[in-house]
């Protein structure tokens, strides 16, 4: 699978909140390999791969209606398939034109900033079963982002972790809606064989 072949397909008029299964892919800014490394086709957390990791498993904790299926950290990105319930979704996102990322007059969602709280959890928001609404796929990458930018900017001061350069996430990402069981076999096989196949990956310290 080529990274033309990975790109949005962002449907116009399709309720991204609804029950789905996508295909998301969100790079680092500048593709910087801040996440670990990859050896002899496996792939190796550094500190901040583990706290990636940590903020995904309480997207799933914290957000009713979200579950994931095959996931991978890779030294400057990450891919992952989401499964949206589809129960009153929050905020939905911006529905563009085919081919795009994303955008309200051409601005991506998932832009770092917004706010959160205590230890890099949710503002204002409970466990799941506590009544809270579900996500749209635009808000599960939004909180990913915010989430872990805290926490690696955390990590900069606390642990030294390598500076980012002015984001920690790429402004915009990519998500493919995943159609078919054949299709989601598909694509879990190549996250899963994503460290094995990093040094032909088109990621692979692209800029």
Known sequence: MTWKQRHSIRLKGYDYS??????????AHNRQCLFGAVEDGDMYLNGAGEMVQAVWNEILRYYAGVETGAFVIMPNHVHAIVVLSGCCGCDRPAQGVDGQPQGVDGQPQGVDGQPQGVDGQPQGVAPTGSGMASLSLGDVVHRFKTMTTRCYADGVTKNGWARFEGRLWQRNYWEHIVRTEQELTRIGEYIRNNPSNWQSDTLHNSP
């Open 18 to 27: 609804q029950s789905g299964v996508y295909f998301v892919t969100i790079c």
